[in-house]
């Protein structure tokens, strides 16, 4: 069952996961259009009856910056860092029950860090425990990869679940290897391994 739709753009680029009833309200109001629906459902009204949209694509082009800046969130930061401690390198299935992912500040907010990308890796508690407020040459402390700030299309995309038929759409415009670190993302967030 396709629990959203995906919205592509006018050029077929993705855009993002759309609730179904929005889905169905653009269609109606001829801003989209059903690219792919899901064949064994349909959507009755009084007076209509349409097949379940898939997929729909945006009738006008709209333009989408290719750099816009998304506040950091753990789910966001825990999916960039692959679900991954990234001064030990457990991951969160490795953790014990008291334990868990956290977010570390390289240059803690109490010495003037800031809660951007490139200031914040992800941590288990008890690695966060152990470095408190220092910084990582100050105990030698070091993140396994240098945080960068992610693609906007791993942003958009690290928490939605998404159908073989809306994977292809992914694929076509992204590629292979973009499609299948997405599915990474969403094994990791359903604690499924990839």
């Known amino acids: 069952m396709v629990v959203g739709c995906l919205a592509l753009n006018a050029s077929f680029e993705p855009l993002t996961m759309v609730p179904m009833r929005r889905a169905l309200r653009l269609v109606l109001d001829g801003k989209a259009e059903i690219v792919e629906a899901d064949a064994d459902r349909v959507v009755r009204s009084e007076r209509l009856t349409l097949p379940r949209p898939a997929v729909i694509r945006l009738v006008k082009f709209i333009h989408v ?3 816009f800046r998304r506040q950091v969130t753990n789910t966001f930061l825990f999916a960039r860092d692959r679900y991954r401690c990234q001064y030990c390198g457990r991951t969160a299935a490795e953790l014990k029950p008291r334990e868990s ?3 570390d500040h390289l240059v803690p907010l109490s010495r003037g860090g ?3 990308w490139t200031n914040v890796v992800t941590a288990c508690s008890p690695c966060n425990t152990r470095k408190g407020n220092r910084m990582p040459e100050e105990i030698g402390m070091h993140p ?4 960068v700030e992610p693609h906007f299309v791993h942003l958009s995309w690290a928490v939605r679940r998404l159908t073989p038929t809306q994977s292809k759409y992914i694929r ?4 292979e290897e973009t499609l299948h670190q997405l599915e990474g993302m969403e094994a990791r967030s359903a604690g ?3």
């Open 172 to 175: 076509l415009f992204y590629g």
């Open 144 to 147: 396994m990869t240098l945080p």
């Open 65 to 67: 910056p290719r750099r």
């Open 192 to 194: 499924r391994m990839p």
């Open 101 to 103: 992912l956290t977010r």
């Open 114 to 116: 800031t809660n951007d």
